[in-house]
């Protein structure tokens, strides 16, 4: 084989293959011999065994181990082994193996996006939106067992003192809830709406690293079971925000959070990487940065905060398995570490995770408000500036979590200062939104009125954030219910309903079919109104004096206690007529809704939906923005069907036309 | 505008949108003011029972003052928006192509930098002048109430109770917080095993206990009455019983129970470990074994072993 000093193509995703050993395409495997879950299953089970064997055979006589009769080193070992083994099983490593090898990858993204049928959404596959859709029933399924276990805590707190669940249990519980959701949640829009969408809206025809990116789905399934599986160990008794010495030195449950989130971190950085990459790179010829759309400027920014901060969650999660398993002291005060150390390190990445939360939300309702005000969005670079203010700042904060515990006194103020100053850009939304709303001409469509409920939630949501940077009201309001409610008004709120509007406006062009919109608008009802109802109240049992994460309450706090209960039994019932509308409409009905039922200038909106593989059959070039509305002569969003000497040119040289035009197609 | 609706008035009749907005927020926002501060005000948590908490008391209603009218602006342009500017049926135009506007931009950002950097100013001030305004502020405090000597009182905290020393009075050890009105109160907080933190909800006092760390907080008592005391940090299975109900009473009172009480646990207090700002936990649950094996379990100056209290 002659080395090629001038390759005749650009290189192909999967390596270039060399002339006279292409791939031939045979009849293809059966589903059962080709990676998918089953055999991800099979390793995940086979690692685990290697892992915990191997840990056993290390550690089983070190001190700590004897005395307390549990194997922490084996736990880990098999949980990490595992997830290697499910990641081996479903294929992950094979085309990076084969390449090693010197030897031809079989696969590449568009002859895997050639492919139909289900069972492609059971494998390692290639096309961005398959992962999209794996990982959208991934994360409702994900925020449903969350769900879950939160009504497990309010059925716990109807009465102070008739106890459903024993104390340990119930400190489990919580742990498992609130880890579930900070966890998952944080890739809950960028995974499925982010890498579904970020292409198609930036008019290209693949994203930059769809191994990366289908790698990043398939580590939730394995941080999910990994967490979910601490149940069985007893659950961890120190909630999400795993305060050491506490969760060193806590039994086997605190295992499987610390090994859970390092997974989750890890999905979080591979996630942000190829986005990131992919917006930069691979946006079409005339999508200039100020023509990006808010949701992708979202996608973005969002993409870096996890990209900086995920890394040293990731750093914390091994400190203290290591701390937990072989003696390190990183945060043992008495043999030299410190407590502070974990807190400070968890909310380096704990404070720039809630506005990984935030932001997205943000970029759906940009993106959901031109489009149901028939008006551009008012105030684009406002809004890119305050997503951009936001990350930046959300780095300087942290410490605001930290105000009680007794760091050094003149670091509050500074970072009173800060976590003020934030709201400032976190701010601009509000502007943008009530510029979009002046003489527009509001539809008031299950999408627009998710995107109404999220300004509505947020505003309470934010303006409470404002009561807790304040350093004294804080230490009246630190540990309590207030603390709650605010972050379940800026996440639940504000996230969720994003997402929910998100889903709506977006799942024609994803299935090609329309969800009940009639369905939809007894959702959106009953989930405001209950959403409201539950945890409004909360920021009063707070500034009564009821603390966070506790079983019992003073009796004077029941009838208020009892009132958030139901409501969020209820509150529940509503996301179950999300559930039922989503299956039946995908399932049963499956009305279908081609084209552009939104009227809507962006790109997405320009294909077939569901779109083709490749997503468009030539690159577009992109002539205006997405959110000309209003104006008659505002050119269309993009031309198409661009002639092929138009891009040539744009790449530079006669001559390269065909290549190019070859590699585009 | 054409000539034909110059003619006919039409444009004319645009209403000033923008006034009439005001003019519905304005008595809103006064009069959601009126009642933050006048009715609701007095009543704020955490109350005036101590300095610490009234100054809060203070901060939350200023906050309360100023985010009221901000939500009340938002909430009325966005029913006024929606009752306005909703889409007709049959009106399939779409709105006017306003991408920016930079003067309102402008404002908008000044106005809510102005505000929030109000508050900074104000929140710092409010947090140095009542001597930190009842947060622990770790083991070298810089903001010290003045006026003479303040009372120590150290709380331990362990898995799961609050224990208090009393160094100024020969170091005895007891569950009951007393505490006398009109004095400065000085908490120096540790704990002997996981971080806890010492929440005194009527003083507004909230330090975190971390073990082998001292965390100093600040208050002085100006009322007598009832403190509800519990642990804002989650430390394990029994967290939500780490309550205590404290007292706040007149100074010779609080002499007289200070007097009596370090006669009557004399005998324990020789037996604990000598009075310090933190303690080796391992020392201490030695110490927790030789009491239980003299017979001596329970605070009033023992040590808990994990397995109390019992489940509720």
Same mark, same amino acid.
């Given at each position: 084989?002659?080395?090629?000093?001038?390759?005749?193509?650009?290189?192909?995703?999967?390596?270039?293959?060399?002339?006279?050993?292409?791939?031939?395409?045979?009849?293809?495997?059966?589903?059962?011999?080709?990676?998918?879950?089953?055999?991800?299953?099979?390793?995940?089970?086979?690692?685990?065994?290697?892992?915990?064997?191997?840990?056993?055979?290390?550690?089983?006589?070190?001190?700590?181990?004897?005395?307390?009769?549990?194997?922490?080193?084996?736990?880990?070992?098999?949980?990490?082994?595992?997830?290697?083994?499910?990641?081996?099983?479903?294929?992950?490593?094979?085309?990076?193996?084969?390449?090693?090898?010197?030897?031809?990858?079989?696969? $590449?993204?568009?002859?895997?996006?050639?492919?139909?049928?289900?069972?492609?959404?059971?494998?390692?596959?290639? *096309?961005?939106?398959?992962?999209?859709?794996?990982?959208?029933?991934?994360?409702?399924?994900?925020?449903?067992?969350?769900?879950?276990?939160?009504?497990?805590?309010?059925?716990?707190?109807?009465?102070?003192?008739?106890?459903?669940?024993?104390?340990?249990?119930?400190?489990?519980?919580?742990?498992?809830?609130?880890?579930?959701?900070?966890?998952?949640?944080?890739?809950?829009?960028?995974?499925?709406?982010?890498?579904?969408?970020?292409?198609?809206?930036?008019?290209?025809?693949?994203?930059?690293?769809?191994?990366?990116?289908?790698?990043?789905?398939?580590?939730?399934?394995?941080?999910?079971?990994?967490?979910?599986?601490?149940?069985? &160990?007893?659950?961890?008794? /120190?909630?999400?925000?795993?305060?050491?010495?506490?969760?060193?030195?806590?039994?086997?449950?605190?295992?499987?959070?610390?090994?859970?989130?390092?997974?989750?971190?890890?999905?979080?950085?591979?996630?942000?990487?190829?986005?990131?990459?992919?917006?930069?790179?691979?946006?079409?010829?005339?999508?200039?940065?100020?023509?990006?759309?808010?949701?992708?400027?979202?996608?973005?920014?969002?993409?870096? #905060?996890?990209?900086?901060?995920?890394?040293?969650?990731?750093?914390?999660?091994?400190?203290?398995?290591?701390?937990?398993?072989?003696?390190?002291? /990183?945060?043992? *005060? *008495?043999?030299?570490?410190?407590?502070?150390?974990?807190?400070?390190?968890?909310?380096?990445?704990?404070?720039?995770?809630?506005?990984?939360?935030?932001?997205?939300? &943000?970029?759906?309702?940009?993106?959901?408000?031109?489009?149901?005000?028939?008006?551009?969005?008012?105030?684009?670079?406002?809004?890119?500036?305050?997503?951009?203010?936001?990350?930046?700042?959300?780095?300087?904060?942290?410490?605001?979590?930290?105000?009680?515990?007794?760091?050094?006194?003149?670091?509050?103020?500074?970072?009173?200062?800060?976590?003020?100053?934030?709201?400032?850009?976190?701010?601009?939304?509000?502007?943008?939104?009530?510029?979009?709303?002046?003489?527009?001409?509001?539809?008031?469509?299950?999408?627009?009125?998710?995107?109404?409920?999220?300004? &509505?939630?947020?505003?309470?949501?934010?303006?409470?954030?404002?009561?807790?940077?304040?350093?004294?009201? $804080?230490?009246?309001?630190?540990?309590?219910?207030?603390?709650?409610?605010?972050?379940?008004?800026?996440?639940?709120?504000?996230?969720?309903?994003?997402?929910?509007?998100?889903?709506?406006?977006?799942?024609?062009?994803?299935?090609?079919?329309?969800?009940?919109?009639?369905?939809?608008?007894?959702?959106?009802?009953?989930?405001?109104?209950?959403?409201?109802?539950?945890?409004?109240?909360?920021?009063?049992?707070?500034?009564?004096?009821?603390?966070?994460?506790?079983?019992?309450?003073?009796?004077?706090?029941?009838?208020?206690?009892?009132?958030?209960?139901?409501?969020? /039994?209820?509150?529940?019932?509503?996301?179950?007529?999300?559930?039922?509308?989503?299956?039946?409409?995908?399932?049963?009905?499956?009305?279908?809704?081609?084209?552009?039922?939104?009227?809507?200038?962006?790109?997405?909106?320009?294909?077939?939906?569901?779109?083709?593989?490749?997503?468009?059959?030539?690159?577009?070039?992109?002539?205006?923005?997405?959110?000309?509305?209003?104006?008659?002569?505002?050119?269309?969003?993009? *031309?198409?069907?661009?002639?092929?000497?138009? #891009?040539?040119?744009?790449?530079?040289?006669?001559?390269?036309?065909?290549?190019?035009?070859?590699?585009?197609? | 505008?054409?000539?034909?609706?110059?003619?006919?008035?039409?444009?004319?009749?645009?209403?000033?949108?923008?006034?009439?907005?005001?003019?519905?927020?304005?008595?809103?926002?006064?009069?959601?003011?009126? %009642?933050?501060?006048?009715?609701?005000?007095?009543?704020?948590?955490?109350?005036?029972?101590?300095?610490?908490?009234?100054?809060?008391?203070?901060? %939350?209603? !200023?906050?309360?003052?100023?985010?009221?009218?901000?939500?009340?602006?938002?909430?009325?342009?966005?029913?006024?928006?929606?009752?306005?500017?909703?889409?007709?049926?049959?009106?399939?135009?779409?709105?006017?192509?306003?991408?920016?506007?930079?003067?309102?931009?402008?404002?908008? %950002?000044?106005?809510?930098?102005?505000?929030?950097?109000?508050?900074?100013?104000?929140?710092?001030?409010?947090?140095?002048?009542?001597?930190?305004?009842?947060?622990?502020?770790?083991?070298?405090?810089?903001?010290?109430?003045?006026?003479?000597?303040?009372?120590?009182?150290?709380? %331990?905290? @362990? @898995?799961?109770?609050?224990?208090?020393?009393?160094?100024?009075?020969?170091?005895?050890?007891?569950?009951?917080?007393?505490?006398?009105?009109?004095?400065?109160?000085?908490?120096?907080?540790?704990?002997?095993?996981? !971080?806890?933190?010492?929440?005194?909800?009527?003083?507004?006092?909230?330090?975190?206990?971390?073990?082998?760390?001292?965390?100093?907080?600040?208050?002085? =008592?100006?009322?007598?009455?009832?403190?509800?005391?519990? +642990?804002?940090?989650? +430390?394990?299975?029994?967290?939500?019983?780490?309550?205590?109900?404290?007292?706040?009473?007149?100074? =010779?009172?609080?002499?007289?129970?200070?007097?009596?009480?370090?006669?009557?646990?004399?005998?324990?207090?020789?037996?604990?470990?000598?009075?310090?700002?933190?303690?080796?936990?391992?020392?201490?649950?030695?110490?927790?074994?030789?009491?239980? @094996?003299?017979?001596?379990?329970?605070?009033?100056?023992?040590?808990?072993?994990?397995?109390?209290?019992?489940?509720?």
């Amino acid at each position: 084989m002659a080395i090629d000093l001038q390759p005749d193509k650009p290189q192909q995703p999967g390596g270039h293959v060399p002339s006279g050993r292409e791939p031939q395409p045979g009849a293809p495997r059966a589903w059962w011999g080709r990676p998918a879950i089953h055999t991800g299953i099979a390793g995940a089970v086979l690692g685990y065994f290697v892992g915990h064997w191997l840990g056993n055979l290390i550690a089983s006589n070190y001190q700590q181990v004897q005395n307390s009769g549990q194997n922490d080193f084996a736990i880990i070992l098999g949980y990490v082994l595992g997830t290697i083994g499910w990641l081996a099983g479903l294929g992950v490593f094979n085309d990076l193996l084969r390449q090693m090898a010197g030897r031809p990858v079989h696969a $590449d993204a568009e002859a895997q996006a050639a492919a139909a049928g289900t069972a492609r959404f059971f494998r390692y596959s290639l *096309d961005h939106k398959v992962v999209g859709i794996q990982y959208l029933v991934g994360m409702i399924g994900y925020f449903l067992t969350g769900g879950l276990l939160a009504l497990a805590i309010r059925t716990e707190l109807l009465s102070p003192s008739y106890h459903v669940f024993s104390s340990a249990t119930y400190t489990a519980i919580v742990g498992e809830h609130g880890t579930m959701m900070m966890m998952m949640m944080s890739s809950v829009i960028l995974g499925p709406l982010g890498n579904y969408l970020v292409p198609l809206m930036i008019g290209s025809k693949r994203m930059a690293f769809p191994r990366i990116e289908a790698l990043s789905f398939w580590l939730t399934p394995a941080a999910y079971l990994v967490l979910l599986s601490g149940l069985m &160990f007893g659950g961890f008794p /120190f909630g999400w925000t795993g305060y050491a010495p506490l969760s060193i030195e806590a039994t086997q449950g605190a295992d499987s959070y610390a090994v859970a989130f390092g997974i989750m971190g890890i999905s979080l950085i591979l996630l942000a990487f190829n986005l990131i990459v992919t917006i930069t790179c691979y946006r079409a010829p005339g999508m200039r940065w100020s023509r990006l759309p808010i949701f992708v400027w979202s996608n973005l920014t969002t993409g870096f #905060l996890m990209l900086l901060a995920a890394p040293v969650l990731v750093g914390a999660m091994y400190m203290m398995i290591t701390d937990r398993t072989v003696q390190t002291a /990183f945060f043992t *005060d *008495d043999l030299g570490g410190s407590s502070y150390l974990w807190q400070n390190l968890f909310w380096f990445f704990g404070h720039p995770e809630v506005y990984i939360l935030a932001l997205p939300g &943000f970029g759906i309702v940009c993106e959901i408000l031109p489009v149901f005000c028939r008006k551009p969005l008012f105030g684009y670079r406002v809004a890119a500036a305050g997503m951009v203010g936001v990350t930046l700042l959300s780095f300087f904060v942290w410490q605001h979590h930290l105000f009680d515990s007794g760091i050094d006194p003149d670091m509050r103020p500074v970072f009173m200062l800060t976590t003020e100053l934030i709201s400032i850009p976190t701010g601009f939304i509000f502007l943008v939104a009530i510029g979009t709303f002046w003489k527009a001409k509001i539809h008031f469509t299950v999408p627009m009125l998710f995107a109404l409920g999220f300004f &509505f939630n947020f505003l309470i949501g934010g303006i409470s954030g404002v009561f807790l940077s304040d350093v004294p009201a $804080d230490t009246t309001e630190h540990g309590t219910f207030f603390v709650m409610a605010h972050f379940h008004y800026t996440i639940m709120g504000g996230l969720i309903f994003a997402f929910m509007g998100g889903l709506y406006y977006w799942l024609p062009k994803i299935m090609g079919i329309r969800l009940s919109q009639r369905l939809g608008q007894i959702h959106f009802w009953t989930m405001f109104v209950f959403f409201n109802s539950t945890f409004l109240p909360l920021f009063a049992v707070g500034m009564a004096g009821q603390p966070r994460r506790v079983y019992t309450y003073a009796q004077n706090l029941t009838t208020l206690n009892d009132w958030v209960s139901i409501s969020s /039994f209820l509150l529940g019932g509503s996301i179950l007529i999300f559930v039922i509308n989503f299956v039946y409409s995908t399932v049963i009905a499956r009305v279908p809704e081609q084209g552009n039922p939104w009227r809507s200038r962006g790109l997405e909106w320009q294909v077939s939906s569901p779109p083709g593989p490749g997503n468009f059959d030539r690159v577009p070039v992109v002539l205006s923005g997405p959110y000309e509305y209003g104006s008659k002569d505002a050119p269309p969003v993009a *031309d198409l069907d661009p002639p092929l000497g138009v #891009l040539s040119e744009a790449y530079g040289g006669a001559g390269a036309g065909a290549d190019v035009a070859e590699v585009q197609r | 505008m054409t000539p034909a609706d110059a003619v006919a008035g039409t444009q004319r009749r645009e209403p000033n949108h923008g006034m009439r907005i005001f003019l519905i927020w304005l008595p809103i926002a006064l009069a959601a003011d009126l %009642i933050i501060w006048f009715v609701w005000g007095p009543h704020m948590p955490p109350g005036d029972m101590s300095s610490s908490a009234r100054s809060q008391q203070f901060d %939350i209603n !200023v906050m309360a003052v100023m985010a009221a009218p901000v939500m009340a602006f938002v909430l009325t342009y966005g029913v006024y928006a929606l009752v306005v500017w909703r889409h007709r049926a049959g009106d399939e135009e779409d709105g006017p192509p306003i991408h920016g506007n930079t003067r309102i931009a402008v404002t908008w %950002i000044s106005v809510t930098s102005a505000i929030v950097l109000g508050l900074a100013v104000f929140g710092t001030v409010e947090l140095v002048a009542p001597a930190g305004a009842g947060a622990g502020e770790g083991n070298t405090p810089i903001w010290k109430p003045g006026g003479g000597a303040a009372l120590q009182v150290q709380v %331990i905290a @362990q @898995q799961w109770r609050f224990t208090y020393r009393y160094p100024q009075f020969g170091g005895f050890e007891t569950t009951s917080l007393v505490l006398p009105v009109g004095e400065n109160v000085q908490f120096d907080v540790t704990s002997l095993d996981v !971080v806890h933190s010492f929440w005194a909800y009527q003083l507004g006092v909230k330090a975190d206990a971390n073990p082998g760390v001292n965390n100093v907080a600040f208050t002085k =008592p100006e009322h007598t009455g009832a403190i509800q005391v519990r +642990c804002a940090e989650l +430390c394990g299975l029994w967290h939500a019983d780490m309550t205590t109900v404290g007292t706040v009473v007149s100074t =010779p009172a609080f002499s007289s129970w200070a007097a009596s009480t370090r006669v009557q646990l004399a005998a324990l207090t020789r037996n604990l470990p000598p009075y310090s700002l933190t303690y080796d936990p391992n020392s201490v649950s030695q110490l927790g074994k030789a009491f239980q @094996q003299a017979g001596l379990t329970g605070a009033g100056g023992g040590y808990y072993g994990p397995q109390y209290p019992v489940q509720p």
